[in-house]
């Protein structure tokens, strides 16, 4: 059982930007794919970015290309999302997702098994 805890969310002017952390524990963070997720009010749940268990390959959505980076300390069971010039509508809840499939990089919420709490990002403009 890996229990996820993100933190670094808050409120920042548009241009901004934000670190996102998870930290992971009761398991090793080296098992798994890591992913961010976002969910706006009255939307779905987005996949932002996702990393392999080596961190070898990475995803991005379109939307944060270029904005957005996601990186792993696999040493100290954590999980980042650096985001750059950010924009109001990036404003969303922000979770981290672990997934034991690691034979790809997956951006369906199905395949996560363990999710945490989630965090509040607001861009104001």
């Known amino acids: 059982q890996v229990q996820l805890v993100e933190s670094g969310g808050g409120l920042v002017q548009a241009g901004g930007s934000l670190r996102l952390s998870c930290a992971a524990s009761?398991?090793?963070?080296?098992?798994?794919?890591m992913a961010w997720f976002r969910q706006a009010p009255e939307k779905g749940r987005e996949c932002v970015a996702v990393?392999?268990?080596?961190?070898?390959?990475?995803y991005s959505a379109d939307s944060v290309k270029g904005r957005f980076t996601i990186s792993r300390d696999n040493a100290g069971n954590t999980v980042y999302l650096q985001m750059n010039s950010l924009k109001p509508e990036d404003t969303a809840v922000y979770y981290c997702?672990?997934?034991?499939?690691?034979?790809?990089?997956?951006?369906?919420?199905?395949?996560?098994?363990?999710w945490g709490q989630g965090t509040q990002v607001t861009v104001s403009s």
């Open positions: 990393i392999s268990w080596s961190g070898g390959s990475t």
């Open positions: 009761g398991h090793t963070l080296k098992s798994y794919n």
């Open positions: 997702a672990a997934s034991t499939f690691v034979h790809s990089v997956e951006t369906v919420t199905y395949v996560y098994d363990y």
